[in-house]
């Protein structure tokens, strides 16, 4: 079971980043605890300056962007 | 994948060549609309501005967004570390062009400048810089109106960003910035990323890709309007309300777009079609500065860190050193 954080206060992107994380998440058949953190105070204890941010296991692996499919299972599976 | 890269420019290139012999084949030949027509003004009109306009924001987002790979806000904020009133001023709108940014990020973003100590008159001259030099708006000023007027357009987003961000410092406001702020324990350190060459490109791409997707129907409706406004509305109609005699027309221009929250690809071929027909360009800049860097929705977002009184601060000076910028190019040009 993983921790993963998708960081960002509810814009278009953090939501699309949502939604291919889950998709990922669920093609390579992982457990993992998927949560939307949206408390301005929460995300900013990662060292993020632009949202949507990714963290994976308490580490931050993408921030201000919409990482690929791809990538997001290399993260999820390191 | 480089070779790739140099076949779409080849690519890229013939077409770009071929947008203009074609459209007025298509309007003036295969639909026998008349030379000099208003329909046949206006559809050829279109036919060449759309492909090119679409064409040049691919390529020069392309190349902008490659650019912009090299700098991150996280580096950003590491180069503003440090800085003083004025230099910082200077420097933080400079980097204001080539920082991606978003206005979504805005409250991040904030909270990470100032809480690292950077004074915040330097952090809002690249939160307007940020919004108003913005790409699309500079790729289609590049377009419509050539190199001239996107560089004017790029000097005074650059001179409004330092001017207003030098007066927020000055103003000494720092109690209206929301107290949670001050108190919040921000994390520094930022995303240590190494990126190849392939990376970049790949990013630029899906940027593009992102970009395009979001403004294409903007760049279409606007060109409409504005090959509209091109054949029907007569020379010089425009003159004695958007000219430079109606001393008005600046402050009513920023009035106007301050809540008009369009995006740039929507506006610019409108405006473009405004300035044929006697608009002046200090008016003209006037309006697509304030409807571009002064978005209503980005002042939402910023509502959570700062308090009303800095907030009017805020729109106040920034309206302001526009109208300037406004009556500056008017009296000049």
Known sequence: MITIKVLGSGCANCKKLEAVTRKVVESLGIEADIVHVTEMAEIMKYPILSTPGLVVEEKLVSAGRIPGEAEIAAWLKA | ?333
Not at chain 2, 80 to 91: A, H, P, Y
Not at chain 2, 145 to 173: D, N
Not at chain 2, 222 to 245: D, R, T
């Open chain 2, 1 to 333: 994948m480089y070779g790739v890269l140099i076949l779409l420019g080849l690519g890229w290139l013939a077409v770009y060549n071929i947008i203009q012999p074609l459209a007025d084949w298509i309007a003036y030949g295969a639909l026998n609309l008349g030379r000099g027509s208003h329909l046949g003004d206006a559809v050829s009109f279109f036919l060449y501005d759309v492909p090119k306009i679409l064409l040049l924001l691919s390529g020069m987002i392309f190349l902008i967004s490659i650019l912009r790979t090299f700098f991150s806000p996280d580096r950003t904020r590491s180069l503003l570390g440090g800085k003083r009133q004025g230099i910082g001023n200077v420097l933080a709108a400079m980097l204001g062009i080539v920082t991606p940014f978003c206005s979504c990020s805005a409250v991040p973003l904030f909270i990470g400048f100032v809480e690292s100590g950077i004074p915040l008159g330097v952090t809002f001259s690249f939160l307007i810089a940020a919004p108003t030099i913005n790409e699309v708006a500079v790729v289609m000023l590049f377009g419509l109106f050539g190199w001239k007027v996107a560089g004017l357009y790029i000097l005074s987003g650059l001179i409004i960003a330092i001017l207003a961000g030098t007066i927020i410092g000055r103003l000494k406001l720092e109690r209206y910035v929301e107290d949670f702020v001050w108190k919040m324990q921000a994390a520094t350190g930022g995303l240590q990323e190494k990126l190849t060459w392939a990376n970049r490109i790949q990013r630029a791409g899906e940027t593009v890709k992102d970009i395009v997707s979001k403004t294409w129907l903007y760049v279409v409706v606007g060109i409409a309007v504005g090959a509209g406004i091109h054949g029907y509305v007569p020379e010089a109609a425009l003159a004695s309300i958007m000219g430079k005699q109606a001393w008005w027309s600046v402050p009513a221009a920023v009035l106007l777009g301050v809540p008009l929250y369009s995006n740039a690809a929507g506006v610019i071929p409108i405006v473009s079609a405004l300035m044929e027909k006697g608009a002046s360009l200090g008016t003209v800049l006037a309006f697509m500065m304030s409807v571009v860097g002064l978005s209503l929705p980005e002042t939402i977002i910023l509502r959570r860190v700062l308090k009303p009184q800095l907030i009017a601060v805020f729109i106040g000076t920034v309206a302001l050193a526009i109208m300037i910028i406004g009556y500056l190019f008017n009296l000049v040009l």
